[in-house]
């Protein structure tokens, strides 16, 4: 009896996890979306007059202003676009190359195996800013191009996490009765060896998202972002540094939003792969 | 009854464990006396290690409480309540009172230290010796256990040693500080029969020497057969019957003895019978027992016709131990020159003991492997001179099963998909309607029900796993079905349903069955013809009776004697058996010596003595 009680209370608290993940995740995205409706030129009037207002100091900026007397809360809002566009965009393209390399070189080793890894060895070995700099002297900066950059540095982490996975999987038995069967390779790899990877790849992939979101004002400081006066929450809370002491809030708001949309991911991440796994034995 | 000797060293009384809400074990009753053995009996989840672990007090990391009982241990200090000691008196008395030994001894021993340092490691603690006595001591303990060369392997890593060696190591750690109790969990299950054997008479041996009472944990009724002095028999948390095991096996009282006793296949029972039989079984229901099925005999074997599989001069070899400069230095010879047919409705079973390279042949006729050379014929058609599509279709005429029905099911897959894979894969039937009529009907006829295809396979108990991996191998309308020890994860009464599974399948659709397996007793019911396996080599092929009422190469005789058979009134000797299996791991260019086969009587070879 106790057990299924256990179960149901198991149950509620992973349907919790859900919701709050989506509203969470789903709030901040919508109001990054329509951004542009709310605050109609993104914040960027400059008002020397109302500089560094306290948040609710007046009703006009809820989240203060900061020191050329922008409003902080229209500027968190705006500054979405570009950092969620890197977090999401750069791990998505990682996660998509670096899963399909290491299933493929897990799981026909030989030759594009070494190669593979021989190419992720290169790779980790490289410093990462010293990657950034060479890769922002020869094809210079922009949304893209940093995406891009963000990619070619991080797939390396997924390819060898699912190429460990691979190489545990591949010779249990119910691989070997799906070829013993005769299953096509393809469908060994994304139906039978996918699935039974997933885990750990949602995990890192939300930790990673939150990384990205960070990195993305370290390279815009480097010269690889966008235009450096377009908000974005790395930036903004790099640039409310140095009034941290007097002005808290024009670095704690665009903090919280990152906050708060890894906590949504995380949850949701923490969702999706206990729901993908029937026995429920990761979670407990 | 007062005689010091007789007195139980170990008294079990009303013990009941619980994890959480879960009772497990309920109200259990025992006692041993020094130099008897008792054996705990029972399947899967009857509670017989939660036991052995509660002794220990191991139990209690998992989970466990007690709500009531006692666990009297009579040291030589008095008596002592092992449930209400401290853990910390309880470190005391476990390795040095009390000792345990477990069913897989590569998990029970610690890789990174060698065997000497390990079994010093409880003379030191228990016994406050100095590391180089305790050394000493080590090496006399490994040669009581008749290690070849203890004193070399004191300095050996655990993945040095071969199984049965290990198994060995870990008794002589048990045997360290003279326990007065020697607990065995499943110690031989994971082992091969010879091996078996020797382990068994060693511990029977040591407990005459030093007089320890030994509690037996076991499925293997055989083993308990020869082993035990006392059994108990649990079933469900319960102690369903206790006694002597002359009188137990000779007269069951309780209706799961019963069941137990009746499903458990006797090697030798068949003597006489020229084809394999299916037998009633009985099954517990509600507690009562009740028979099913009728006794019938299996003439399928289609002699008539050209055989269905003809493996011809086969050899499969692995290359391993690169050299510095990549090359290969040693090879496993798992397959040398092997040669044999099955026909339409035919079970031949290949047995052999681990390394014998039973499970390549399976795995290379079914085309995981790779053959070195020779030639497989399925049909009449030859595998080397097939395209990718007849290849292809050849994985649907062929099906595999394997021993772990759990982990050959993906665990992420609804079983409905599982078994529908092959009829998808195969293009067998193209409308999802049809494919899902099929599948309810594949799992109807193993005996589950058609709503089971919505259910994940760790919803399933052990037995059910098979039948689905059954459903599975059927699902592409197969002629050979090759099952590798496809019974020996399931408890007997299981196996037994399983067996008969197997047969009627048999005779319905006249499958083929190439049939894998250590088992010698069930090899004897279901087989029309056997072929013994030695060091990747025939040492023996011929009808069922030939081979096991009249065998005649040396390894199949010791290989049957090393059975352990269900009647406790045998009595048997294990003199012969002696010595390790030999490693099919050759250096390059050190070919084995192909053994020449002699036809004894008409389908019966024998392989000249090696």
Known sequence: ?284 | MTDILSAPILTVEDLSVEFGATRVIENLNFSVAPGKTLAIVGESGSGKSVTSLSIMRLAETMGASYPSGKIIFSGPDGETDLLSASQKQMRAIRGKDIAMIFQEPMMSLNPVFTIGDQIAESLILHEGMRKADALIEGKRLLEMVRLPDAGELLARYPHQLSGGMRQRVMIAMAMACRPKVLIADEPTTALDVTIQAQILTIIRDLQEELGMAVIFITHDMGVVAEIADDVVVMWKGKKVEQGPVKELFANPQHPYTQTLLSSVPKLGSMAGEPFPKRFPIMLMEGGVPRLVGSEHIQNTARYDEAPLLSVRDLVTRFDIKKGFFGGVTHRVHAAENVSFDIYRGETLALVGESGSGKSTIGRTIQQLQRATSGNITFDGRSLSSMNRSDQQRLRQEIQYIFQDPFASLDPRKKIGFSIAEPIRTHHLINSEKQIRIRVDQLLERVGLTSEHANRYPHEFSGGQRQRICIARALASNPKLIIADEALSALDVSIQAQIINLFMELQEEQGLAYLFISHDMAVVEQMSHRVAVLYLGQIAELGTRQQVLETPTHAYTQRLLSAVPVADPTLVRNHAMLKGEIPSPIRRVGDEPAILNRQEIAPGHFVAQAC
Request: net charge positive; proline share 4%.
């Open chain 1, 1 to 284: 009896m106790s057990a299924t009680t256990t179960k149901a209370r198991f149950e509620r608290y992973k349907n919790l996890e859900f919701i709050l993940g989506a509203l969470l995740t789903g709030g901040i995205c919508l109001l990054v979306v329509f951004s542009d409706l709310l605050f109609p030129g993104g914040g960027e009037k400059i008002d020397l007059s109302a500089r560094l207002l306290a948040p609710f100091a007046s009703m006009d900026h809820p989240f203060g202003t900061d020191p050329l007397g922008r409003d902080v809360m229209a500027r968190v809002i705006a500054g979405g676009k570009i950092s969620l566009q890197v977090g999401l965009l750069s791990v998505a393209g990682a996660v998509v190359i670096g899963v399909s390399m290491g299933l493929i070189s897990g799981y026909y080793r030989g030759f594009w195996d070494m190669v593979v890894m021989r190419f992720a060895d290169v790779q980790l070995a490289l410093p990462f800013i010293l990657l950034a700099i060479t890769f922002i002297a020869i094809v210079g900066g922009g949304l893209t191009n940093m995406i891009i950059l963000l990619i070619i540095s991080q797939w390396v982490q997924y390819a060898r996490l699912v190429r460990g996975s691979v190489l545990a999987l591949r010779d249990r038995e119910f691989i070997q009765s799906a070829r013993a069967i005769g299953v096509k390779d393809i469908n060994i790899l994304f139906r039978h060896l996918l699935p039974n990877l997933i885990g750990p790849v949602i995990v890192l992939m939300t930790l990673n998202v939150a990384n990205n979101i960070l990195l993305e004002s370290s390279l815009t400081f480097l010269g690889l972002g966008v235009d450096p006066l377009t908000p974005s929450w790395g930036g903004i809370l790099a640039d409310g540094r140095t009034y941290l002491q007097n002005a808290w809030w024009v670095s704690v708001f665009p903090g919280l939003a990152i906050l708060v949309t890894v906590l949504g991911l995380n949850l949701l991440g923490d969702w999706l792969r206990d729901s993908l796994d029937p026995t429920g034995r990761t979670s407990r």
